[in-house]
């Protein structure tokens, strides 16, 4: 029995089930639930440490791994100090299996082979995504995989249901959540475009999977994974290009002088479609939602900023406020959120959640830029964790807007962060991080 086959075969099928999860039921059950997804590799993990003989040591830690443990204790201070302890520490237990996936999706990094299974699991899972979203589309109801009462109501579908005539549909793919899917679309895009691209060096393969984000992005209605797809990938390709001493690709030069185009000159003939109508009323939907939410839950978070309102608690404090409960923006969510992740954390769980979260997205970002400057033409040994430094600041600038951090979305960002992590502690090892180091070993490499 090859262990090492069948640990990374279980990332192959983790990866490839990240949009799927609580998609689909059997009878009155639903499959694929996320719990069931933590209870499975505790059991997994205790099996392979028996088979293995190994010890359970957390000898993979690393500033990511550290902050994640540190970040998940403020949020148990945060819901002993909250108003409603019970529901609090519900969600805490949410937050711990969080944790506890993350640890051990962590240590199931074998190898390098562990990284191009995680990687055909995304082409598999956004794949089948594309195809549900072009069924959906072309209004095969069978492919809805929701009912109407089911969707998000981002979806647009009960609005047109019942004649609104300013509701359109926006394709919500295995997510039942259009905002979701996009979030999702962008930051498996922008990974699966690097890898193409830099790895695989096939340029057909790398335009071909950023012509089918862009695509769903489009049927999504998302601003905001858009703007975030757009600037990632113009960033990773300014910095590959610095890299190799080369000019961006001409199709990259070209796809931004369209996007440009289509701003600056085409605003009226864009106003009939709905993407594009959403950029032009940013501005109204800014002023009218977001900013009240931000006012009233900044004043819910000013009565405790060290621990905040605490998890679960962030709906009665902002509702404590003057905050209609009837709105959209809070009374439909279990996430309990004020339309920005950053904020959120920030109200629910003080300043020093706060921190201990952008810690997390510091060192995840600085550990995919050192890794990502491997992506030379002439380096034969691959930083598989570079390809991840395009998905984060997709991830950041989503949740400036996006404040879904459902299951589907949690299981994404794991395998982003643990393949981080491993990639960059892989190499620190091996002593690539020392300046010094890491220049020769560059010049060794490339002559």
Same mark, same amino acid.
Request: glycine share 6%; hydrophobic share 50%.
């Given at each position: 029995?090859?262990?090492n086959?069948?640990?990374?075969?279980?990332?192959?099928?983790?990866?490839?089930?990240?949009?799927?999860?609580?998609?689909?039921?059997?009878f009155?059950?639903?499959?694929?639930?996320?719990?069931?997804?933590?209870i499975?590799l505790?059991?997994?993990?205790?099996?392979?440490i028996?088979?293995?003989?190994?010890?359970?040591?957390?000898?993979?830690?690393?500033?990511?791994?550290?902050?994640l443990?540190?970040f998940?204790i403020?949020?148990?201070?945060?819901?002993?100090?909250?108003n409603?302890?019970d529901?609090a520490?519900?969600?805490?237990?949410?937050?711990?299996?969080?944790?506890?996936?993350?640890?051990?999706v962590?240590?199931?990094?074998?190898?390098?082979?562990?990284?191009?299974?995680?990687l055909?699991?995304f082409?598999?899972?956004f794949?089948?995504?594309?195809?549900?979203?072009?069924?959906?589309?072309?209004?095969?109801?069978?492919?809805?995989?929701?009912?109407?009462?089911?969707?998000?109501?981002?979806?647009?579908?009960?609005?047109?249901?019942?004649?609104?005539?300013?509701?359109?549909?926006?394709?919500w793919?295995?997510?039942?959540?259009?905002?979701g899917?996009?979030?999702?679309?962008?930051?498996?895009?922008?990974?699966?475009?690097?890898y193409?691209?830099?790895?695989?060096?096939?340029?057909?393969?790398? *335009?071909? #999977?950023?012509?089918?984000?862009?695509?769903?992005?489009i049927l999504? $209605?998302?601003?905001? %994974?858009? @703007?975030a =797809? +757009?600037?990632?990938?113009?960033? *990773?390709? #300014?910095i590959?290009a610095?890299?190799n001493?080369?000019?961006?690709? $001409?199709?990259?030069? %070209?796809? @931004?002088? =369209? +996007?440009s185009?289509?701003?600056?000159?085409?605003?009226?003939?864009?106003?009939?479609?709905?993407?594009?109508?959403?950029?032009?009323?940013?501005?109204?939907?800014?002023?009218t939602?977001?900013?009240?939410?931000?006012?009233?839950?900044?004043?819910?978070?000013?009565?405790?900023?060290?621990?905040g309102?605490?998890?679960?608690?962030?709906?009665?404090a902002?509702?404590?406020?003057?905050?209609?409960?009837?709105?959209?923006?809070?009374?439909?969510?279990?996430?309990q959120?004020?339309?920005?992740?950053?904020?959120?954390?920030?109200?629910?769980?003080?300043i020093?959640?706060?921190?201990?979260?952008?810690?997390?997205?510091?060192?995840?970002?600085?550990?995919?830029?050192?890794?990502?400057?491997?992506?030379?033409?002439?380096?034969?040994?691959?930083?598989?964790?570079?390809?991840?430094?395009?998905?984060?600041?997709?991830?950041?600038?989503?949740?400036?807007?996006i404040?879904?951090?459902?299951?589907r979305?949690?299981?994404l960002?794991?395998?982003?962060?643990a393949?981080?992590?491993?990639s960059?502690?892989?190499?620190?090892?091996?002593?690539?991080?020392?300046?010094?180091?890491f220049?020769?070993t560059?010049e060794?490499?490339?002559?």
């Amino acid at each position: 029995m090859n262990l090492n086959k069948i640990n990374n075969f279980l990332l192959f099928l983790l990866a490839a089930y990240v949009p799927f999860v609580d998609t689909f039921h059997i009878f009155l059950f639903k499959i694929l639930v996320f719990k069931y997804l933590y209870i499975c590799l505790i059991v997994y993990y205790l099996i392979f440490i028996v088979l293995t003989r190994k010890k359970i040591v957390l000898n993979k830690v690393g500033n990511v791994s550290l902050f994640l443990i540190l970040f998940f204790i403020s949020q148990l201070i945060s819901g002993l100090f909250a108003n409603d302890t019970d529901l609090a520490l519900q969600k805490v237990y949410a937050e711990f299996q969080f944790l506890v996936i993350f640890i051990i999706v962590n240590k199931m990094f074998i190898d390098n082979n562990s990284y191009e299974y995680v990687l055909k699991g995304f082409l598999v899972g956004f794949l089948v995504s594309f195809v549900i979203a072009m069924l959906q589309k072309n209004g095969v109801k069978g492919f809805y995989l929701f009912s109407e009462e089911e969707l998000n109501q981002n979806t647009g579908l009960m609005g047109v249901m019942k004649g609104n005539k300013n509701a359109i549909i926006r394709i919500w793919g295995p997510f039942g959540n259009s905002l979701g899917f996009a979030e999702y679309l962008s930051t498996v895009g922008i990974i699966l475009y690097s890898y193409y691209r830099m790895i695989k060096r096939s340029s057909i393969k790398s *335009i071909l #999977i950023l012509v089918i984000t862009i695509y769903c992005i489009i049927l999504t $209605v998302s601003r905001t %994974s858009l @703007f975030a =797809l +757009i600037l990632s990938l113009l960033i *990773i390709e #300014i910095i590959y290009a610095r890299l190799n001493n080369s000019n961006l690709p $001409v199709y990259m030069i %070209s796809f @931004f002088i =369209l +996007i440009s185009i289509a701003f600056l000159f085409l605003k009226p003939a864009a106003d009939g479609i709905p993407l594009m109508k959403r950029f032009s009323n940013a501005g109204n939907d800014f002023k009218t939602a977001r900013l009240n939410l931000w006012i009233k839950g900044y004043q819910a978070f000013s009565k405790n900023i060290f621990f905040g309102v605490g998890p679960g608690n962030l709906r009665g404090a902002l509702s404590s406020e003057g905050f209609p409960m009837t709105s959209v923006l809070i009374s439909q969510f279990e996430g309990q959120h004020v339309e920005n992740y950053f904020l959120t954390v920030l109200y629910t769980y003080g300043i020093i959640g706060f921190y201990f979260c952008m810690m997390i997205y510091y060192y995840t970002i600085s550990y995919s830029y050192l890794l990502f400057k491997f992506f030379r033409k002439q380096v034969k040994s691959f930083a598989y964790g570079g390809l991840f430094f395009g998905a984060i600041i997709v991830l950041m600038i989503n949740n400036i807007t996006i404040p879904i951090f459902e299951e589907r979305i949690k299981l994404l960002v794991i395998i982003v962060f643990a393949s981080i992590n491993n990639s960059y502690l892989f190499f620190y090892k091996l002593g690539f991080f020392n300046i010094n180091y890491f220049k020769k070993t560059i010049e060794k490499i490339t002559e």
